[in-house]
Structures are given as C-alpha cells and as structure tokens.
C-alpha cells in the first residue's frame, strides 16, 4: 500500500510485508510489515525494531544528471553498476539492470524470442551502458 501526500515526491506511506528472503523474517510465526513514513501513530505494542533510513527519491537531478553519467561510468576500473538507482527504482527495473551489467560481462540474454522482452532489455540497456551496450537480438 503506497499513499503520497503533500507536494513532496518523498512525502508517502508505504507498508509492505517482508516475505522470507530475510532471515529474521522466517523466525517470526506472524507476517512482518515494515511501514516507512507513517502517517497515523503504529500501535507501540506491535513495533518490533524502528530505523531510520532515506529511500531513494528520483528528483531532477537524479534523471537529468546522475543517469545520464552511468554509461560513463560503467566498468570503469572492473566496476559495474545496477540497481534501483541506475534506473527508475522498482524491484524490476533492479532485476534489468543486474541482466545488462550480466550482458556486459558476457553472459547470453536469458530470454531469447520473446522480441518486446528484448526491446525493453536494449532500452535500459542502452540507457546504462550507452551505445557500447551488447544488445540482445530482436
């Protein structure tokens, strides 16, 4: 559940439950939910740990300046970037950039003819690595 408020791109709620992939998740017999910014007041009784962190928020500057450098920046002294700030944060656009940086390293596109699939890898592709991108077939 995702709730924006205020002019702000960082002004939200978000609560979301963690599934197994973290280990103390498995320990709990109960579904963890981890709530950032929240708006009403959490039932102090059912807080198990609280963390401040800042999310990634892409403003301006982070489209116009930062992704515009990556492919500058790709395999620069054997350093590879991916992840959400390479892109437009979402856990899928995460998952594409792991595969173009995989590309770049010599792995084969996973996922021969499905021809939009492979639109969609060159678009993000191109767009972190530049024109040296190895594109998949199309």
């Keep these: 559940f995702v709730l924006h408020y205020g002019s702000r791109p960082d002004n939200y709620e978000i609560t979301y439950i963690m599934h197994n992939q973290q280990p103390w998740a498995k320990r709990s017999d109960r579904p963890c939910l981890v709530t950032y910014n929240p708006i009403q007041k959490i039932d102090e009784s059912k807080v198990v740990k609280r963390t401040w962190f800042q999310h990634v928020v892409h403003d301006v500057f982070h489209t116009v300046v930062l992704l515009n450098a990556f492919p500058f920046l790709q395999g ?14 979402s856990q899928e656009h ?40 190895r594109a998949a077939e199309t």
């Excluded at 350093?79 to 944060?89: K, L």
């Excluded at 995460?94 to 940086?101: N, P």
Aim: net charge positive.
């Design 76 to 89: 620069k002294r054997r350093t590879w970037y991916c992840g959400a700030h390479t892109t437009v944060n």
């Design 94 to 133: 995460c998952f594409i950039s792991g595969l173009t940086v995989a590309r770049q390293l010599g792995a084969e596109y996973p996922f021969a003819g499905n021809k939009e699939a492979a639109e969609w890898f060159n678009f993000y592709g191109r767009l972190m690595h530049g024109p040296m991108f």
